[in-house]
């Protein structure tokens, strides 16, 4: 489920980036996204 979200994200990212709209909410998602991504990469690890 998570890397469905973060894949949907970097890919409207990348559409946003080439087409030049929304940038600046794009990337701040994508952002949030990656913050959480190594959140729950630090909490697996130290579970």
Same mark, same amino acid.
């Not at 973060?6 to 980036?17: D, K, P, Q």
């Not at 990337?27 to 697996?44: K, N, Y």
């Given at each position: @489920?998570? #890397? !469905? +979200? =973060? #894949? /949907? =994200? +970097?890919? /409207? #990212?990348? =559409?946003?980036? %080439?087409?030049? *709209? &929304?940038?600046?909410?794009?990337?701040? *998602?994508? %952002?949030?996204?990656? &913050? %959480?991504? =190594? %959140?729950? @990469? +630090?909490?697996?690890? !130290?579970?």
């Amino acid at each position: @489920m998570l #890397w !469905t +979200i =973060i #894949w /949907i =994200i +970097i890919a /409207i #990212w990348l =559409i946003g980036f %080439v087409l030049d *709209l &929304v940038g600046g909410l794009i990337h701040i *998602l994508l %952002v949030i996204a990656l &913050v %959480v991504f =190594i %959140v729950r @990469m +630090i909490q697996g690890r !130290t579970k």
